[in-house]
DNA sequence: TGTACATCAGTGAACGCGCGTTCACTGATGTAC
DNA sequence: TGTACATCAGTGAACGCGCGTTCACTGATGTAC
């Protein structure tokens, strides 16, 4: 009895947790990253922003655990794909990199700034293992090869390099930035051909 | 006579404003990133803040600037390597962003941000498309193909993405993350073979 | 040669702002006896 | 049933700090006549 009221409370929790995390990815597409604040997100979801420290240890830690939901949605969404090929799982993780300003900045955020040595550092450190893992084993289930892991990885990263290089091209609209980075993502994964 | 005093005084303003880049150049290996400031560039080019306000109209014009030069050097690094070869120049290209800390953190600046729509960023989307260009020269001189133009930007982007993949990797060294990215860049070179 | 003026590099101090985070407190709910 | 106590979500206000940038000013150098 005792237990399964704690339980309940630690799901309450849990779902206050995520309130406030998706307060937080909601604002990503609506303000630039790095103009956001705690009392932003702590507005957007309608509580002050004193009550997010119940929660979270610090900023970077909500980010982190708000990147580590939207992976996990992102592995979801490719595990669950239809129809699946190379290329369409190529193109669903550049679509996805484009859109959710939230977990192309987020992404950002953690891998670009190294050293610091954070308990958020670390906590993005076993995500971004776990979801080289994940995308590996997705790959090798598309291809049935036994390539090599480190091919997957070089999949992945260069797929996330073109989202980089080319979401905010100048001079492209952002029709024609997005057929670029698609045109560029087949020319990736374009087999049996010189890559460059 | 005049124009030649006023040539002078030209060179002598430019010179100035090479010496704040450097500064600033400097630190970045010193300092993360985004712990540097204004006073900091002063203090490591031995003027005060309010200085740098004479030769640069914000913080992100002199980092725009800084990054012009920078890539200024790639260029002509890239121009005058010995024993030119497709697999050399990749390697050349992500010991650069790997080991030149204030190249990666400053384009990873502008390419990150988007919108805003500053005078900086506009200085910079102008870089991007000359070193793009200047880049595709490069390649397309090495392999005397007629390729066609988005592949060596699919391959600068590609080897991007692996430099902000795996320079902070965990569990590696220095070393074993320098020697995962000169393999995933070969993997990524790697002709008439499938490349996932 | 001397004097008045213009130019401009350089600066210390301040402006103004916004940030992440903490504190002391309230009030609601549940627990113990 | 009533009372004392514990727990904890939530908060307004403040802390403390550092940032980019501006301002009013000094002083050196060059120019004009």
């Known amino acids: 009895m005792e237990s ?11 779902l206050r947790k995520s309130v406030l995390i998706e307060a937080a990815m909601n604002l990503f597409s609506k303000k630039p990253f790095h103009e956001i604040g705690m009392r932003d997100i702590a507005s957007e979801a309608g509580v002050s922003a004193a009550s997010i420290y119940r929660y979270f240890a610090s900023k970077d830690d909500l980010y982190v655990e708000a990147l580590i939901i939207d992976i996990g949605k992102i592995i ?6 239809e129809k699946r090929s190379i290329e369409k799982l190529a193109i669903t993780v550049v ?6 300003e939230a977990t192309f900045q987020l992404m950002c955020h953690f891998l670009v700034r190294g050293e610091e040595a ?3 550092l670390e906590k993005f450190h076993s995500v971004q293992i776990l ?13 049935g090869e036994k390539n090599k892991e480190f091919h997957s990885e070089a ?3 260069s797929l996330a390099g073109v989202v980089m ?3 905010n091209y100048p001079v492209l ?3 024609e930035r997005r057929e670029l980075m698609h045109k560029i993502a087949l020319v990736i994964i374009e087999k049996g051909k010189p890559v460059i």
Chains 1, 2 share one sequence.
């Open 76 to 81: 979801k969404k490719l595990d669950e794909m």
């Open 118 to 120: 954070s308990a958020a």
């Open 4 to 14: 399964t009221f704690l339980k309940l409370k630690e799901n309450e929790r849990e």
């Open 155 to 157: 999949f992945f990263a």
């Open 173 to 175: 609209t952002k029709k």
């Open 165 to 167: 290089m080319f979401r």
């Open 95 to 100: 679509d996805y990199m484009f859109d959710q």
């Open 131 to 143: 979801f080289v893992k994940e995308f590996n084993r997705i790959v090798k289930d598309l291809t």
